[in-house]
């Protein structure tokens, strides 16, 4: 790897956008006002929400824009920048305006989730950043919820995936996510000294291999350890692991603290049975069965229904790198632009793929809860100047099938786009992780256990506002309508 002088994430960009802003540039359209969203298309897992997370890393990151000395004198070795352009890079301060959601926040496919506004240029070079982050953590909370829902409340979950996720970057803001998901620790020692969180770990196979002999091992551990969970499967668990470790926590009596011990291969529920057995028969009622081994929210829902005695789970691979779904789709689309005269006017992408369609327009997202009981009763995307929360009655209604619709009247609508910067100065103070993870455990609360299941749940409503539906339907009907006619203007030309 090539030595800079600076560990610059200004280029952590896609090639594209630096030559559209050069594009923009030499046209002088760079500085035209232009809003961009970021939305995904579908929920992930086939969940009945996500997650949102991210911000604290887009906030890292939007502080430190900057094209650096070396990061122009690379795009000067591409050989297709020249110095008035590089130029241009070097002084350029970066003025947008970001609205997004909290980390913590349920949010739903179809509606923004960060809002860029300022500069074209700007805009564009930091979409590739800001779906990186978002897609990676976003996807990682909402599993860690999804093995939050069929843990329950009483379980304790350690997320172990370090080493086995996608490189360092996405062990440590994946913990991060999983820990705002309903993780309670994790395996990773530098996410507990970056964030805080509960570090916790029992030891390997290879513990016991080094001894070559269990009982010693467990011994040594014992000896040197106040806390401590003994791995029983490296030989025979039922026979030799569990009885050595019983053996070795009566043998240590009140020098240790006997947490209770771990298995890692095997039939899961046959022998966290015995070993409950084994351990209560051996005066060791509280202590605890831990479990790993390649788990997930499915096996370990099925492996609670076959009444597997486990009270901890120790989750890697599956988590982390998100195994049945590696990647959320979030996307970034222009959706108002500053025109010839100075207005700004809303712009959508048509496509013949309905889910493509993006929906024009500076919105905010409301999301509208029932007084009566607290509860959501779905999202509510309207234009920016809207305020459904000052309306006494709202209808909703669906953006598809409009005959589904209801009008709610005792409501609470809670804007969920919130300004995190104002012309390139950051106005929101980000919470501790501790308030963010007891805020996404708040919004899970609030949800009906309808859109909690992890299979086939209910779709949650994310409606769009009269006015919005009504612009959408006119933008698709003028762009197709102009499309048509250069269609036809074109074959004529061809005719001729
Ligand atoms: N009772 C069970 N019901 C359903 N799945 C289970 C049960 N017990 C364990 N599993 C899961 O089955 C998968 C395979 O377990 P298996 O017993 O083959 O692993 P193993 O023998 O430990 O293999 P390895 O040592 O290579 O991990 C794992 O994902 C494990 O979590
Ligand atoms: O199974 P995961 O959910 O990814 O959890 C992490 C795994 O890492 C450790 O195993 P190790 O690296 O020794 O591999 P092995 O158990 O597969 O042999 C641990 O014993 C878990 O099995
Ligand atoms: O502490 C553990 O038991 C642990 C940590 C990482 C991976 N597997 C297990």
Redesign the pocket.
Known sequence: MKEFEDDSLMLHTDLYQINMLKVYWEHGIDQRHAVFEAYFRKNPFENGYAIFAGLERIVQYMNALKFTDADLAYLRSLGSYDEAFLDYLRTMEFTLSVRGMREGELCFADEPLIQVEGPLGQCQLVETAILNIINYQTLIATKASRIRTVAGEEDGLSEFGSRRAQEMDAAIWGTRAAYIGGFDSTSNVRAGKLFGIPVSGTHAHSLIQAYRDEYEAFKAYAETHRNVVFLVDTYDTLRSGVPTAIRVAKEMGDRINFVGVRI???????QSKRIREQLDQAGFPHARIIAS???DEL?IL??KM?G?KVNDWGIGTKLITAFDQPALGAVYKLVSIEDDTGNLVPTMKISSNASKMSTPGVKQVWRITRNSNGKSEGDYVAFNHERPDLLEELYMFHPVHTYINKTLTDFTARPLLIPIYEHGQQVYELPTLEDVKTYAKQNIDDLWDEYKRILNPEAYPVDLSQELYDAKMTSIHEITAKVNEEVKAFQAEEAE
Request: hydrophobic share 25%; net charge negative; no cysteine.
């Open positions: 890692d291969s095997g039939d899961i529920t046959y081994n390649d788990l096996t099925n492996l076959q597997a």
